[in-house]
């Protein structure tokens, strides 16, 4: 039997079914005890200049706040907005003590708030959420007089993870003929830009310089629309659209000359576009004139010039456009992001500094590190080797021939080996989580400090959704054990709960 109701109930009849209070079981009721907002007001107080002038600003909790918000819900600065101002457990999460029917705050404050916390800020935050979790402080090495280098070490233990990936920026894939197109468009809006100030200064008609754009935009349609474009077509194509980008800004340059003032008039972000386009034709013509695909520091995009080509061995994505992170998993599952770079660079240079990293964290060294074939260097190989830390994968050298003496020891590496991939899956898994579940699959972020906050942000993002599933799962187990517990008659003791149920039953009866 299906019952319907057609009639909208009246909103002043709503039922509220917290009863006009929130509850303390909520998410993000548990998720606001568990970020050191303490930590975050230092740093959001760190990045102001103290001078007592302006507008009073938002507090670290809402800036800070509202960052995590748009990353754990994956959604767009203005649906974070209208989110908080909905939702009264995200504004209690921002540290609001009563329910405010208006947005906080506009949704263009949001890249002041990335701005506001540099690297250095996130990797505190970070380091502080992984120290409560586990319990264990940094820890600085014993120094003795007999042994200045650092005294008695404990013995290596724990498993390191390591690994790197690109996070691709919102961009699109960039073509040589489509860049240039696109730069020959923007120099072209330059000039008539230019050439209506010199109008208005003169007082009368004067006469606008040449750029062929209709006969420019037709040659590239011809080759742009074409599906599979010979090698030849698309050189003579670039060379067109390098010659008519030439011309156009040799007709900036004569204007500006003659007009020293004009390049102070143009918007902030058109002059930005104008110097990286002089870059890019340099690029390109370098590129073009020694028949060439790569040139250092390559431009891939106008608007963001910061994004570089990184070269993956993925299968379909040989080529990402974005920054490359190397990140380490440590025990208990948490994740420190130790090196963000725009520029494309060999992540197994990071693995001292991330075996030091744990050092410094636990106080010992670990036991094993896990890692694919490219950290795998003879120069790890041997740090790791002069630290008794035994590296993941096969040895070097040419594989040894099983008889009936080495069969076993053969077997047993061969075992070890498949162990230690199945030990990399968790940070492998670690990076799809970012990607599918949080913002990090796609940059939406302009601006190279903004992006990086992102980055940032999302990787404490992980770590707070980690800790949050262990305390909502230590929750159910108490509230497992109370469960039984009253379920039992009244003249039985503790004894006849299993000890592992709970661990703490005599504190949790008294």
Same mark, same amino acid.
């Given at each position: 039997?299906?019952?319907?109701?057609?009639?909208?109930?009246?909103? +002043?009849?709503?039922?509220?079914?917290?009863?006009?209070?929130?509850?303390?079981?909520?998410?993000?009721?548990?998720?606001?005890?568990?970020?050191?907002?303490?930590?975050?007001?230092?740093?959001?107080?760190?990045?102001?200049?103290?001078?007592?002038?302006? /507008?009073?600003?938002?507090?670290?909790?809402?800036?800070?706040?509202?960052?995590?918000?748009?990353?754990?819900?994956?959604?767009?600065?203005?649906?974070?907005?209208?989110? +908080?101002?909905?939702?009264?457990?995200?504004?209690?999460?921002?540290?609001?003590?009563?329910?405010?029917?208006? !947005?906080?705050?506009?949704?263009?404050?949001?890249?002041?708030?990335?701005?506001?916390?540099?690297?250095?800020?996130?990797?505190?935050?970070?380091?502080?959420?992984?120290?409560?979790?586990?319990?264990?402080?940094?820890?600085?090495?014993?120094?003795?007089?007999?042994?200045?280098?650092?005294?008695?070490?404990?013995?290596?233990?724990?498993?390191?993870?390591?690994?790197?990936?690109? #996070?691709?920026?919102?961009?699109?894939?960039?073509?040589?003929?489509?860049?240039?197109?696109? @730069?020959?468009?923007?120099?072209? /809006? #330059?000039?008539?830009?230019?050439?209506?100030?010199?109008?208005? @200064?003169?007082?009368?008609?004067?006469?606008?310089?040449?750029?062929?754009?209709?006969?420019?935009?037709?040659?590239?349609?011809?080759?742009?629309?074409?599906?599979?474009?010979?090698?030849?077509?698309?050189?003579?194509?670039?060379?067109?659209?390098?010659?008519?980008?030439?011309?156009?800004?040799?007709?900036? @340059?004569?204007?500006?000359?003659?007009?020293?003032?004009?390049?102070?008039?143009?918007?902030?972000?058109?002059?930005?576009?104008?110097?990286?386009?002089?870059?890019?034709?340099?690029?390109?013509?370098?590129?073009?004139?020694?028949?060439?695909?790569?040139?250092?520091?390559?431009?891939?995009?106008?608007?963001?010039?910061?994004?570089?080509?990184?070269?993956?061995?993925?299968?379909?994505?040989?080529?990402?456009?974005?920054?490359?992170?190397?990140?380490?998993?440590?025990?208990?599952?948490?994740?420190?992001?130790?090196?963000?770079?725009?520029?494309?660079?060999?992540?197994?240079?990071?693995?001292?500094?991330?075996?030091?990293?744990?050092?410094?964290?636990?106080?010992?060294?670990?036991?094993?590190?896990?890692?694919?074939?490219?950290?795998?260097?003879?120069?790890?190989?041997?740090?790791?080797?002069?630290?008794?830390?035994?590296?993941?994968?096969?040895?070097?050298?040419? !594989?040894?021939? !099983?008889?009936?003496?080495?069969?076993?020891?053969?077997? /047993?590496?061969?075992?070890?080996?498949?162990?230690?991939?199945?030990?990399?899956?968790?940070?492998?898994?670690?990076?799809?989580?970012?990607?599918?579940?949080?913002?990090?699959?796609?940059?939406?972020?302009?601006?190279?400090?903004?992006?990086?906050?992102?980055?940032?942000?999302?990787?404490?993002?992980?770590?707070?959704?980690?800790?949050?599933?262990?305390?909502?799962?230590?929750?159910?187990?108490?509230?497992?054990?109370?469960?039984?517990?009253?379920?039992?008659?009244?003249?039985?003791?503790?004894?006849?709960?299993?000890?592992?149920?709970?661990?703490?039953?005599?504190?949790?009866?008294?």
């Amino acid at each position: 039997m299906i019952r319907t109701n057609p009639n909208q109930t009246e909103f +002043v009849n709503f039922y509220l079914p917290f009863s006009g209070r929130l509850k303390a079981s909520n998410r993000w009721s548990k998720l606001s005890e568990l970020v050191p907002w303490d930590v975050v007001e230092r740093c959001y107080a760190e990045s102001f200049a103290g001078t007592g002038m302006g /507008a009073p600003a938002k507090s670290g909790r809402i800036a800070y706040g509202a960052l995590l918000i748009k990353e754990r819900l994956g959604i767009t600065d203005e649906e974070t907005v209208e989110q +908080v101002m909905e939702n009264p457990y995200l504004q209690y999460f921002l540290g609001l003590s009563e329910l405010q029917d208006k !947005p906080l705050f506009d949704p263009s404050m949001m890249v002041h708030f990335r701005s506001r916390f540099s690297a250095e800020h996130h990797q505190l935050i970070n380091s502080k959420i992984i120290s409560e979790a586990t319990g264990c402080e940094p820890k600085e090495p014993v120094v003795t007089q007999d042994d200045p280098a650092g005294g008695d070490s404990p013995p290596n233990s724990g498993k390191l993870l390591v690994d790197a990936t690109c #996070v691709p920026a919102d961009i699109k894939y960039p073509t040589d003929l489509g860049l240039l197109n696109e @730069a020959r468009e923007k120099s072209e /809006a #330059v000039i008539d830009q230019f050439h209506s100030w010199v109008t208005e @200064a003169a007082g009368c008609a004067q006469k606008k310089p040449r750029t062929y754009r209709q006969k420019a935009r037709k040659g590239y349609l011809a080759v742009a629309k074409q599906k599979k474009p010979g090698a030849k077509k698309i050189r003579k194509a670039i060379g067109q659209q390098l010659n008519y980008l030439k011309r156009n800004l040799g007709h900036i @340059a004569k204007i500006t000359q003659s007009h020293p003032g004009m390049l102070g008039r143009l918007l902030r972000y058109d002059y930005k576009c104008l110097l990286v386009i002089h870059t890019l034709y340099e690029q390109q013509r370098q590129m073009h004139t020694q028949r060439v695909h790569s040139v250092a520091d390559r431009i891939v995009s106008i608007s963001q010039p910061h994004v570089r080509p990184i070269v993956r061995g993925k299968a379909g994505k040989k080529v990402e456009f974005g920054a490359k992170i190397s990140i380490s998993h440590q025990k208990d599952g948490y994740v420190s992001l130790d090196t963000l770079s725009w520029d494309a660079y060999n992540e197994s240079s990071d693995l001292p500094g991330q075996i030091e990293a744990y050092k410094r964290r636990f106080g010992y060294y670990p036991a094993s590190v896990h890692a694919d074939t490219i950290y795998r260097t003879r120069e790890n190989r041997k740090y790791c080797k002069d630290l008794d830390i035994r590296i993941s994968g096969k040895t070097l050298g040419r !594989p040894k021939k !099983p008889t009936t003496e080495n069969k076993s020891e053969l077997k /047993a590496e061969k075992l070890q080996q498949r162990q230690d991939e199945y030990d990399r899956i968790p940070v492998e898994g670690k990076f799809g989580n970012c990607k599918r579940k949080g913002t990090l699959g796609r940059i939406m972020a302009k601006l190279s400090h903004t992006s990086e906050s992102v980055i940032h942000v999302g990787i404490i993002a992980l770590n707070l959704d980690k800790r949050l599933a262990e305390v909502l799962l230590r929750f159910l187990r108490q509230l497992t054990w109370l469960t039984r517990m009253m379920r039992q008659p009244l003249d039985l003791s503790l004894r006849t709960i299993a000890p592992c149920d709970y661990p703490n039953q005599q504190q949790l009866v008294a």
